[in-house]
């Protein structure tokens, strides 16, 4: 049974730093595509970042050279860095591994 859990989310002032982790149980996270996702109460859940299975990133618009995502294989873990957060980061961001999610960490950018 696949299992996924984040960590690391937390309240933040705008332009600091956090780092979220997902450890993925039941699979190993470098034979599937793993993204991060967020998602702002009663709005759609949106693509943040992805890394696929030969380390290629993805970045939507509004991270790019603000984020990263990586993949530990030995720990069976990816993580995404976030730097210079704003405001608008704000969100519940979720772990995905193709079909199967977290249950989320949340991350609140305020001062």
């Not at 450890?23 to 759609?44: C, I, L, N």
């Not at 704003?86 to 995905?96: E, G, L, Q, R, S």
């Amino acid at each position: 049974q696949v299992h996924l859990v984040e960590s690391g989310g937390g309240v933040v002032q705008p332009g600091g730093s956090l780092r979220l982790s997902c450890v993925a149980d039941g699979f190993a996270v470098g034979t599937y595509r793993m993204s991060w996702f967020r998602q702002d109460p009663g709005k759609a859940r949106l693509l943040v970042a992805t890394i696929g299975t030969a380390g290629t990133t993805y970045y939507v618009d509004s991270v790019q050279d603000r984020f990263t995502i990586s993949r530990d294989n030995v720990k069976n873990a990816i993580y995404l860095r976030m730097n210079s957060l704003k405001p608008d980061d704000t969100a519940m961001y979720y772990c995905n591994a193709e079909e199967h999610w977290g249950q989320g960490t949340q991350v609140t950018v305020s001062s």
